[in-house]
């Protein structure tokens, strides 16, 4: 069976009922899920194969005052099964194509300055040069 790539929305959350256990950071929530999908302005996309979801990409589009759209581009994750099949371009040509259709100019991600394979992705797309930047999390009581 070929990879399918889907945009996740409230008719087909459900699909997220069977995740390589890889591909997202934490438990999936439900709440969070439907939450996500319904709000304006973010995408979840996943790659599936034989019923389970092996791939995934978040994206929101930044709404900017003071110039054009862009676009977000959030935790790029395939499960380690499925690596160098292009599977994850194609999740990112899908949230690039999506973010065009809604005004964005540019997208922006960021990545660990040690993860070669996600560094050698983005290169492929980036029309300006790699950028060291600093990172800052910041808790909210």
Do not use: K
Request: proline fraction near 4%.
């Amino acid at each position: 069976m070929a990879v399918e790539i889907l945009r996740i929305g409230p008719h087909n959350a459900g699909i997220l009922d069977h995740v390589d256990p890889e591909i997202f950071d934490d438990e999936i929530d439900r709440e969070r899920v439907a939450a996500f999908v319904a709000t304006e302005n973010h995408l979840l996309v996943v790659a599936q194969d034989a019923g389970c979801v092996i791939g995934q990409i978040r994206a929101i589009v930044h709404l900017q005052p003071d110039g054009a759209n862009q676009l977000y581009i959030d935790n790029l994750g395939v499960a380690p099964t499925h690596l160098r099949r292009g599977i994850a371009s194609l999740l990112l040509q899908d949230v690039l194509s999506w973010g065009e259709a809604r005004g964005c100019e540019d997208a922006w991600v960021a990545t660990e300055l040690d993860n070669e394979a996600a560094r050698g992705l983005y290169a492929r797309f980036m029309s300006e040069p790699e950028q060291t930047m600093a990172y800052f999390q910041i808790d909210i009581p």
